[in-house]
């Protein structure tokens, strides 16, 4: 795909889709406004005040021209939609063997872990063609993580997650940005992205080697004695955690919500509002006492819980 000269690099198998689609639209748009234009103003010129333009046989209404005027607009403008629609789908569906990492803003910093436990702080290295998907929130107020050489911008919010994915396709050092203005040091809040090749990669990996999150959240759950409700089994004072990720679950109010990263946090600051049926509104809450990294730790436990081993935690 050819790359506008003065736009960032093409460095993701996304970016040349997107700029593809943005050039089209800048096209249509250069085009039919050169059309009006012209149009108007030789109308304006040849039909002014004074001239000596026939004015004759003017025509009232033309059905050919006005259902031309209609329908190949319309028929345009459903073209851009469904490539539009076809593009927004594919960038927020990632791949099922996408590896994952997390991302934390905060001002003014991003905060990024990856599940084997390496840290990192306005940096994010990954491998050169493996699917990276970010699972990101706000530690305060909304950011933004942009990247412009991969085409990929997503807001990150206080008390939720989002997030976004991508498939770097050149090695190098790429600008990260936020994009929303989020306080004073806001045009600071700048990192870089690191494309390695895979064994490059996975020496970067051993050579930052941390505890992994799975290990920290196993080590949360017990300095929270989460354990006293939580056991293997369904006990009578909370549910089992074991397979929980992912499942369907039932309140006393009789909603039923899937078991993801959300619910699951929501349960740990705010357990009162989704209480499981057949339980009571026991459990404490967490807020204040856990940080969004902590977090993030507990969900990747309980995420462990119920398949095979995973970092030496048994789950």
């Known amino acids: 795909m050819w790359n506008f000269p003065f736009g960032p690099e093409q460095a993701s198998t996304v970016a040349p889709r997107v ?14 406004s050169l059309v009006i234009v012209v149009g108007l103003a030789y109308s304006a010129v040849r039909y002014r005040k004074g001239s000596k333009a026939s004015r004759a046989n003017a025509v009232n209404d033309h059905l050919p021209l006005e259902l031309t005027w209609s329908i190949v607009p319309l028929i345009i ?8 629609a076809k593009l927004f789908f594919d960038l927020h569906v990632p791949p099922r063997n996408a590896m994952e990492i997390y991302v934390v803003g905060k001002q003014w910093m991003w905060k990024i ?53 991508f498939t770097a396709t050149k090695k190098g050092e790429y600008h990260l940005f936020c994009a929303e203005y989020c306080g004073t040091s806001h045009s600071s809040m700048i990192g870089k992205v690191v494309v390695m090749d895979p064994a490059e990669y996975e020496a970067w990996l051993d050579n930052n080697a941390q505890q992994t999150m799975v290990s920290n959240g196993a080590q949360l759950f ?72 902590q977090i993030n730790h507990l969900i990747e436990y309980i995420r462990s819980l119920g398949r095979e081993k995973l970092a030496g935690v048994k789950e």
């Open 113 to 165: 872990q990856h599940p084997e436990g390496n840290r990192e702080i306005n940096e994010l290295h990954i491998p050169v063609g493996k699917p990276v998907r970010l699972t990101m929130t706000s530690q305060d107020v909304i950011h933004s993580f942009f990247i412009p050489a991969f085409r990929i911008k997503q807001d990150v919010l206080p008390g939720r997650y989002t997030s976004e994915w």
């Open 77 to 84: 403008a459903f073209g851009l939609f469904f490539w539009g």
């Open 19 to 32: 700029d593809a689609l943005y050039y089209t639209l800048v096209i249509v748009s250069l085009f039919f």
């Open 222 to 293: 017990q300095q929270f004695g989460c354990q006293t409700c939580h056991r293997d089994n369904d006990g009578p004072r909370g549910p089992s955690l074991t397979g929980l990720f992912g499942k369907t679950v039932t309140l006393t109010t009789g909603e039923r919500l899937r078991a993801d990263r959300d619910y699951i946090r929501e349960s740990i600051l705010n357990p009162g509002r989704q209480v499981t049926a057949g339980y009571q509104a026991l459990m404490p809450t967490y807020k204040n006492q856990v940080s969004e990294e």
